[in-house]
């Protein structure tokens, strides 16, 4: 991708929100989205541990995605507290919408917007989180910076985001794909799944933004999915925007190669009527003064 850094930002932008706005990918999450709740759980609960929320707070949500840490957010600030869930998809944002309807939760509000251009006044939020957002931030000083600006004084935010790429998650995935199409690499500095894979690249960037102080933490957690494998490898091939292509346009043969390689590579992580695996995380947190 050629072109200055703010019409690379754009483009960027640009890709993501066709992907996220695409209706085979909305569809796909709001069918998988329980699924990938219980098995990402505990990254949940961690993020909700560094956000630290309190009862009666108001909390803003970044790239809710399908409603995580939205809705546990919402649980843990009620009755008199709030979360404000966001997204750049109207479509994806309709899910969240839909499981907080499921859950009981009323105290959680919905509004359409990308994290670099919030459209909120000056120190309205007592948190701002996201969970596996930031490393797609096009500009991820100057989105820290407004989230440091929408946030109360003594106000804190927290954001998750994937850790080193050799972890099961990825290795059973995302990792046998790379056999059998050509996964471009990013430039460098570009928005990408791992671009604050290491460890304190997160927490530099939130320093910069002015958060003090600043805490970073790599973490390995533990996670079940119930189901066989078969399902898990559906639910990657379906919610996976930026893959399904790739493996569409795999010739017939190919294709069942690597459903059964993918498939034998999970199931060294099978126990029983789940798989029972770990993920790598870096979790950070800082206070805006």
């Known amino acids: 991708m050629s072109g200055s850094p703010q019409s690379r930002a754009e483009a960027f932008q ?8 695409d209706p085979e990918t909305i569809a796909a999450w709001r069918k998988w989205s329980r699924s990938n709740s219980e098995t990402l759980a505990g990254v949940t609960r961690a993020l909700v541990a560094a956000a630290e929320p309190s009862p009666g707070q108001a909390v803003l949500d970044l790239a809710s995605g399908s409603g995580q840490p939205a809705l546990s957010l919402a649980a843990a600030v009620a009755p008199q507290g709030h979360v404000t869930a966001t997204d750049m998809s109207a479509g994806m944002l309709s899910i969240v919408e839909e499981n907080a309807l499921r859950a009981g939760l009323k105290n959680i509000r919905f509004r359409q917007a990308t994290a670099e251009s919030l459209p909120f006044p000056d120190r309205v939020f007592d948190r701002v989180t996201c969970r596996f957002g ?33 972890q099961p998650f990825f290795a059973i995935t995302a990792g046998v794909l ?20 290491a460890p304190g690249t997160l927490s530099d960037v939130m320093k910069e933004a002015g958060f003090r102080p600043v805490h970073e933490e790599a973490l390995r957690i533990d996670c079940e999915r119930l189901g066989p494998p078969e399902d898990f490898w559906q639910e990657f091939r379906e919610v996976a925007a930026p893959f399904r ?21 999970m199931r060294k992580y099978q126990a029983g009527d789940r798989l029972r695996f770990h993920v790598e995380v870096n979790v950070a947190s800082g206070t805006a003064y």
Do not use: N
């Open 178 to 197: 790379r056999k059998y199409v050509s996964i471009p690499e990013p430039e460098p500095d570009a928005p990408h799944i791992f671009r604050f894979a």
């Open 245 to 265: 292509p790739l493996i569409a346009g795999l010739a017939p043969e190919k294709r069942v190669e690597l459903d059964a390689e993918v498939i034998a590579a």
């Open 14 to 21: 640009d890709r993501v929100r066709r992907d996220w706005d």
């Open 134 to 166: 930031a490393m797609f931030f096009a500009d991820p000083v100057g989105t820290m910076r407004e989230c440091r600006r929408v946030l109360l004084p003594g106000g804190r935010a927290a954001f998750a985001v994937w850790g080193h790429p050799q």
